[in-house]
């Protein structure tokens, strides 16, 4: 496929852009270290995976309807808290809303872009109309948005719980494209999620790229559909559109 013939590129926000899973893990780590008393004798890296455990199933519930953004954030950080008093036994006593706002402002503090992705959308903006469709909370996911620069290159912004449907719902790409006055034939959607991101978009007509950048495996579950290309680096995905990044001095 030819992607620089493509009228519009639509791209997901977090582990895509922005490197929400490295936020993830720096900010639980600065909350591990807020609250040494509570946390006791239990190593970091239990903690991390079971939040990651709480945080894949509490999202689950979220994305079919089960809960509101506000229920998500608190019971996420109950069953936190309910799993370390399972670990330890008798803790230091906690409120799970004193984890979940230190939780967030931590993890907020941490939200970088990968490298080269603002490089990138310089050289596509001119060229293509630019999109970000991403789950998550609104405000969080604004705030992410404007504190990275993304919004002065990035026009039109979908967040699932403004207009109440979630990825992998074709429903949410289709109001993109809309809100873009863009047509699926002449579209592009750019995530690392297979069910979310590269079966969604496809379900609306729209040509897909995976985002693949720590190596996972296809789902071969979702085999039916395949995208027009696999990535591993932001330098990889500007490569499709003709765009060749300068290394930064760390490279």
């Given at each position: 496929?030819r992607?620089?013939s493509l009228?519009a590129?639509f791209?997901?926000?977090d582990?895509?852009l922005?490197?929400h899973?490295?936020?993830v893990?720096?900010?639980?780590?600065?909350?591990?270290?807020?609250?040494?008393?509570?946390?006791?004798?239990l190593d970091?890296a239990?903690?991390?995976?079971?939040?990651?455990a709480i945080n894949?199933?509490?999202?689950e519930?979220?994305?079919?309807?089960?809960?509101?953004a506000?229920?998500?954030?608190?019971?996420?950080?109950?069953q936190?808290v309910?799993?370390?008093?399972?670990?330890?036994?008798?803790?230091?006593g906690?409120?799970?809303?004193?984890?979940?706002?230190?939780y967030?402002?931590?993890?907020?503090?941490h939200?970088?872009?990968?490298?080269?992705?603002?490089p990138?959308?310089d050289?596509?903006?001119?060229?293509?109309?630019?999109?970000?469709?991403?789950?998550?909370?609104?405000?969080?996911?604004r705030?992410?948005?404007g504190?990275?620069?993304?919004?002065?290159r990035?026009?039109?912004?979908?967040?699932?719980?403004?207009?109440?449907v979630?990825?992998?719902?074709?429903?949410?790409f289709?109001?993109?494209?809309?809100?873009a006055?863009?047509?699926?034939?002449?579209?592009?959607?750019?995530?690392?999620?297979?069910?979310w991101?590269v079966?969604?978009?496809?379900?609306a007509?729209m040509?897909t790229?995976?985002?693949n950048?720590?190596g996972?495996?296809?789902?071969?579950?979702?085999?039916d559909?395949?995208?027009?290309?696999?990535?591993?680096?932001i330098?990889?995905?500007?490569?499709?559109?003709g765009?060749?990044?300068e290394?930064?001095?760390q490279s």
């Open positions: 496929m992607f620089d009228d590129i791209f997901d926000l582990d895509t922005l490197d899973r490295g936020a893990r720096r900010g639980l780590h600065d909350v591990y270290h807020l609250y040494p008393a509570f946390f006791g004798s970091f239990q903690v991390h995976a079971a939040w990651h894949e199933a509490i999202w519930e979220y994305s079919r309807g089960l809960l509101t506000g229920e998500l954030r608190l019971q996420r950080a109950r936190l309910e799993w370390v008093r399972s670990m330890l036994g008798a803790t230091a906690i409120a799970p809303e004193e984890i979940r706002d230190s967030m402002q931590c993890y907020e503090n939200c970088t872009l990968y490298d080269g992705v603002l990138m959308l050289a596509l903006k001119d060229r293509y109309t630019l999109g970000i469709i991403t789950n998550g909370f609104a405000s969080v996911q705030r992410k948005i504190g990275t620069e993304l919004g002065s990035i026009g039109h912004v979908i967040v699932s719980e403004e207009v109440g979630h990825k992998p719902d074709a429903g949410i289709r109001i993109a494209l809309a809100s006055n863009a047509e699926a034939a002449g579209s592009v959607y750019v995530g690392d999620n297979y069910l991101d079966r969604g978009a496809a379900g007509g040509a790229v995976w985002y950048a720590i996972t495996h296809r789902p071969a579950e979702y085999a559909v395949d995208p027009q290309a696999e990535v591993r680096s330098g990889d995905l500007a490569s499709l559109f765009i060749t990044l290394r930064s001095p």
